[in-house]
């Protein structure tokens, strides 16, 4: 019998170290001084700081509505000082609002540099582009401001509403 | 007390010499073949997925269940990337074998001086260097915990036989075959056994003998026997020239090491005059009525045998196991010789330790320092995963020991990152092995990594020492302007893929993969240097097949590649075609591919052809 309980003992032994939850080590990279975000994504804790004004509380963790006017900090891609690039606002109009917003023009600038304004004609989820030349990208980062040409109220909420916003950042031209 | 230890040191110390000696090899991280194996546990998915992964013939139509298969699912799934455990367990598998050996050498020397030598001159031989290191190599360790441990349940039985000892022989015997194809050589064993101690008993190995054809019958149903290659099986007179090879390899060493101020011919005169001493001795203690000398030599014949055919794949851990019969070979002849002797065997025991003995250690220490390689890079790449999901990562500053010791195996998959390469500048930097494998697909080109860094879409990082350096920023300075202006050499559906690489005929993308209708065209850079193939690989669901196979026909640059047929038994499919002469130097080559039939979507308007995951030029 003790031999046996010896040979269960030695047997049992590896799962000592059972498996545990395996946290990332931080120390196995050494990372480059943070820098600003190409695109930011409403509900990415990360990308808070970008988020200059006219959002809303983000919620489900996914988008915020917009006031009229909003605007976010980018870093710019390297490759759009080349190339140029496309600024990418991936949004819904709220059906609730749709009636008293649409058509909605939407006009955006970049470091005050006006961009061609884009026009939505439908409720539901789209993806507003406007491309952007390069000149407008040659700095390091750049504040985008975003102007509805009609904003919309829901009920006795005194708020002013617009879009439901999800990313905005810069593509490939 | 003393008395004690006297009795029970062939069981004590040889475990502790093993400890001692494999104290790094022991500490090893995982590496190569060993994340082929971790990523099973990816299609674990449910109980009734275990057969399959058990006993399904993989590499070269092998069939190891316990040494490979369970033996990684088990780790893995108790102690995730933890090799300790699993350390832990080659560590107790050899200590057994070692207790088993020395048991056997009690019985058939009555010496406790052969019971502990024995074990301990297995230790310090070159062959265990390997198997104690990598935990791929278990199989070695478990086939020779098997083949002692049948043996000695042989040998008990047949010494006095009962069916209890009959039937836990057996039952060991059938379980061996799950450790290693060579636990079929175990019949010869007990033959010789026989021959050597109990003539009268040999009818008792003939169940074996029927066991072991079977084995060998089935065996050969499902292995791979390539005409070419190292793995070839050549049967002739250079099977002698392999023998006399791996003789000398587990006596001295088989190499001088480079820190030893001895020119190499030293451990060959080493191995001849050992080898030599070691035969005479044996044959003059036969003479005398002795035969554990001659046992320990037909163990090492035995057990090596099965190699032998591979004439072009000399892998010094192959010794492990015939290592055993020369350390019982050794010790019987120092207990069982006659005295004027003894100085010569000595003198082996002496071959041993200066040149077998560091080698063994060697191999401990340099997988360990390999491992260490790997370990940096697999954290790494955790971390990398977790601060820049989604994205591609580059990596620089890779070196050959690295790569072909891991990250050609891919070691980032068991992480979900699919899209690892090595940055197109820094591949120079690495040793091509084409026997290995073709390094073409780990390499991102020049357009995918400009376009993946410059649109924030990729990650660089520097290999250093201790952690990966994440040099993004500085990377995208410096990258030519031309690098955006050219045609991915390989097109990964995987990943993200540029519209503007891709002609007419495609479906919008979904999760890691596109569909194709009837004829749809890419366009690639022209083959780099050496790549002679077409790669076009992807996936086909067993629906669209159902109706009859489906011809895929390929034309690059306008002219004919190839073609190929998927059916049920290919529905992932990978085909290698022969690239078409003279598209060298062309900016851009547009590859056009055609299906002979389509499937229609229920419900849906799409008419689908193809579900590409690759498209793009291979070395082979």
């Keep these: 019998v003790r031999r046996l309980k010896f040979i269960y003992l030695l047997a ?12 990332p080590n931080p120390s196995a990279t050494i990372e480059e001084p943070a820098e600003l975000a190409t695109m930011v994504s409403m509900g990415e804790p990360r990308d808070e700081s970008q988020i200059l004004s006219g959002f809303g509380q983000v919620e489900s963790s996914a988008w915020r509505w917009t006031e009229r006017k909003f605007s976010v900090s980018l870093g710019t891609p390297l490759a759009g000082r080349v190339k140029g690039a496309r600024l990418e606002l991936k949004c819904a109009v709220a059906d609730v609002i749709a009636a008293q917003l649409l ?18 004609t439908v409720a539901g989820q789209q993806t507003v582009l406007f491309p952007v030349p390069t000149e407008a990208l040659g700095e390091d980062a750049v504040v985008v401001e975003f102007e509805l040409d009609k904003g919309a109220r829901q009920g006795e909420d005194a708020r002013e509403f617009g879009l439901i916003a999800v990313s905005i950042g810069f593509i490939e031209p | 007390m003393t008395e004690r230890l006297g009795r029970w040191w062939p069981w004590i110390v040889p475990p502790v010499l093993l400890l001692i000696v494999y104290s790094d090899g022991l500490r090893g991280w995982f590496q190569q073949d060993d ?18 992964l058990l006993f399904t013939p993989q590499a070269q139509g092998t069939i190891r269940p316990w040494s490979e298969r369970a033996f990684f699912l088990a780790g893995y799934g108790l102690f995730g990337m933890d090799p300790r455990p699993m350390h832990a367990m080659v560590a107790l598998t050899q200590i057994g074998s070692l207790w088993l050996m020395a048991s056997l050498m ?56 009962s069916l209890a000892r009959t039937a836990s022989a057996v039952a060991v015997f059938l379980l061996g075959f799950g450790a290693l194809e060579i636990h079929i050589v175990f019949p010869a064993l007990a033959t010789g056994w026989c021959l050597l101690y109990a003539p009268q008993r040999w009818k008792r190995t003939l169940p074996y003998w029927a066991v072991s054809g079977l084995y060998f019958v089935l065996h050969q149903a499902v292995a791979v026997k390539p005409a070419e290659g190292p793995y070839a099986m050549h049967w002739n007179l250079d099977m002698g020239t392999t023998l006399v090879r791996y003789f000398g390899t587990a006596l001295a060493g088989g190499r001088i090491l480079g820190p030893w101020r001895l020119p190499e011919w030293t451990w060959v005169a080493g191995a001849w005059v050992a080898g030599i001493v070691l035969l005479a001795v044996a044959g003059a203690a036969w003479r005398k009525g002795h035969r554990t000398p001659a046992f320990g ?44 002797w003894m100085p010569a065997v000595a003198g082996v025991v002496l071959v041993q330790l200066i040149f077998a003995f560091p080698v063994a250690r060697e191999a401990g220490r340099w997988h360990r320092a390999r491992g260490e390689k790997l370990q940096v890079l697999f954290e790494g790449l955790e971390r990398i995963a977790e601060l820049h999901p989604g994205k591609k990562v580059l990596l620089t500053g890779m070196d050959t020991l690295t790569y072909w010791g891991g990250f050609f195996d891919g070691p980032h998959k068991l992480l979900g990152l699919n899209e690892v390469f090595i940055a197109p500048d820094a591949a120079a930097k690495i040793q091509a092995y084409p026997e290995l494998g073709d390094m073409g697909p780990t390499i991102a080109s020049r357009v995918e990594a400009a376009r993946g860094v410059l649109w924030g879409r990729a990650v660089v990082y520097r290999i250093e020492d201790r952690a990966l350096r994440n040099i993004t920023r500085a990377y995208a300075k410096a990258i030519p302007g031309d690098w955006l202006e050219t045609r991915p050499r390989m097109v990964n559906f995987a990943g993200e893929v540029a519209e503007q690489d891709l002609g007419e005929g495609w479906f919008p993308a979904e999760e890691r993969a596109r569909w194709m209708g009837r004829r749809a065209v890419v366009y690639l850079a022209a083959p780099g240097e050496g790549e002679r193939f077409l790669r076009v690989a992807g996936h086909l669901p067993e629906v669209c097949v159902k109706g009859g196979p489906v011809e895929v026909r390929v034309s690059a640059g306008g002219r004919v590649s190839g073609s190929g047929t998927i059916t049920m038994k290919n529905l992932s499919f990978d085909f290698l075609l022969p690239a078409p002469e003279g598209l060298g130097g062309r900016r851009e080559v547009a590859v056009e591919i055609e299906v002979s039939r389509t499937y229609k979507e229920p419900g849906g308007w799409r008419e689908l052809g193809l579900q590409f995951g690759q498209i793009g030029w291979a070395q082979r």
């Design chain 2, 35 to 52: 994340f082929a194996w971790l990523l099973q546990w990816q299609l674990f998915n449910s109980w009734s997925d275990l057969p399959g």
């Design chain 2, 106 to 161: 009690l019985r058939l020397t009555g010496s406790r001086v052969a019971a502990g030598l024995a074990p301990m001159l297995w230790v310090i031989s070159p062959g265990l260097g390997t198997p104690m290191s990598w935990l791929s190599t278990y199989n070695q360790i478990l086939c020779g915990f098997f083949l002692l441990a049948t043996l000695m349940l042989f040998i008990r039985d047949a010494e006095r036989p």
């Design chain 1, 12 to 23: 049992l032994a590896p799962l000592a170290g059972c498996k545990k939850y395996r946290r």
């Design chain 2, 297 to 340: 030599l037909m163990w090492f014949a035995v057990t090596i045998a099965p190699v032998l055919p591979l004439r072009d794949h000399f892998s010094p851990y192959y010794v492990a196991i015939p290592a055993a019969g020369l350390a019982m070979a050794i010790a019987g002849a120092l207990v069982e010789g006659e005295g004027r």
């Design chain 1, 103 to 120: 058509p909605l023009t939407v006009k955006a600038a970049v470091n005050g540099r006006a961009l061609e304004a884009q026009r939505l």
